[in-house]
């Protein structure tokens, strides 16, 4: 598998323009839902002041200490659904996406160092090699996300297919092209696959690999399955699996840390997540990388079913972390956009 999965060309590391830089273009307000095409839309926040809402002094959680928050709403019945983000160098211009296969672009609004809104929020079909929507293929549930420069890589759980976008070329109106996978990646269960991406920069051990990983398609120890997209060792691993989290989202950091989000549902213990720091040093193929969790919360938290992560560092040296939620188009869900520093 190594020998035909280093044959795969993945663009380079350098790119001239980040995806999530430039702004887009300026489409009409939507008049169709589905979308067929680009349009301008106005999502509404409120502030979450205390992640803790019990205890208003309670600040840090784990090696994080909370920033600021937001509930996102609006009237246009497409939002929802966020499955995963990624920001600009500034935190400032951000690249969002829908498990119903639209893209969500737009720019993040702060006063000093809190959230208090999103603006210019453009929401655009994804579209396939053919130039039509994806969702015309039956490709839907995209739920990973992982830049490199211009170009974006989308996972798509249900068909454990992965669509890489040049957005040097026409932004969201970019058309996907299928990224090659090993065989293993077919089988990973029915809606508990490809869930996580990440893109290794230069400079880095693995640099120019795409880390593909499982929700919860489990090895023959019941470990997560993880993938080697080209780069010097494609490959497959495994990321041990430990009370019963799946694998939500994760994010690299400039130190070398990949930060794997977490989470986990039962009608005993109800929601919770975490976050695990791993040395992406440990990570090749056949290895089964572990790492301690740094960040834990519960429903007692300001938390809802979160499914993306993110991280950039400000102008102070503050590493932040950014985290969405997937309200699954409830009623009784919430789409969260969370922040914290990193501080360990």
């Known amino acids: 598998m190594a020998a035909g999965l280093s044959t795969i060309a993945l663009p380079g590391v350098a790119r001239a323009q980040h995806a999530a830089a430039a702004p887009p273009p ?9 979308l067929t095409e680009a349009a301008s ?22 090696a994080l200490e909370y920033r600021s928050g937001l509930v996102l709403t609006s009237r246009f019945p497409g ?3 966020l499955s995963g983000l990624r920001l600009d160098a500034k935190g400032e211009r951000f690249i969002s996406f829908s498990d119903k296969g639209n893209w969500f672009t737009g720019r993040i609004v702060y006063q000093g160092r809190d959230l208090t809104g999103l603006a210019e929020v ?19 549930d995209s739920e990973s996300i992982a830049l490199d420069g211009s170009f974006v890589y989308i996972g798509l759980e249900r068909v454990n297919q992965v669509l890489r976008f ?9 058309r996907g092209e299928v990224v090659p996978l ?19 920069p230069k400079g880095m051990p ?8 499982s929700e919860r398609g489990l090895d023959a120890k019941g470990n997560l399955i993880a993938f080697l997209v080209g780069g010097p060792s494609p490959g497959q691993f495994s990321v041990r699996r430990t009370n019963e989290f799946d694998v939500s989202d994760a994010v690299l950091l400039p130190s070398g840390d990949l930060l794997v989000l977490e989470r986990k549902f039962s009608l005993l213990s109800g929601a919770g997540i975490r976050i695990r720091r791993i040395a992406l040093a440990s990570v090749a193929p056949g290895a089964v990388v572990d790492g301690p969790s740094i960040f834990d919360a519960d429903l007692g938290d300001e938390i809802d079913n979160m499914e993306g992560i993110d991280a950039h560092v400000t102008p102070e040296g503050d590493t932040v972390l950014t985290m969405v939620s997937d309200d699954n188009f409830s009623l009784i869900q919430r789409t969260l956009l969370l922040q914290f520093t990193l501080v360990a």
């Open 26 to 34: 300026k489409p009409a307000p939507p008049d169709e839902f589905p």
């Open 122 to 140: 453009e929401a655009a079909p994804m579209l396939g090699p053919d130039g039509k929507p994806i969702t015309t293929r039956g490709w839907f």
């Open 79 to 81: 939002f929802g659904g």
């Open 41 to 62: 839309i106005e999502v509404n926040a409120r502030p979450i002041a205390f992640f803790d809402p019990n205890d208003h002094a309670h600040l840090r959680f784990g």
């Open 182 to 200: 090993p065989p293993a990646a077919s089988k990973l269960p029915f809606n508990k696959g490809l869930e996580a991406l990440v893109f290794v």
């Open 166 to 174: 040049d957005f040097s070329k026409g932004f969201t109106r970019a």
């Open 206 to 213: 693995l640099a120019g690999t795409l880390i593909a990983i």
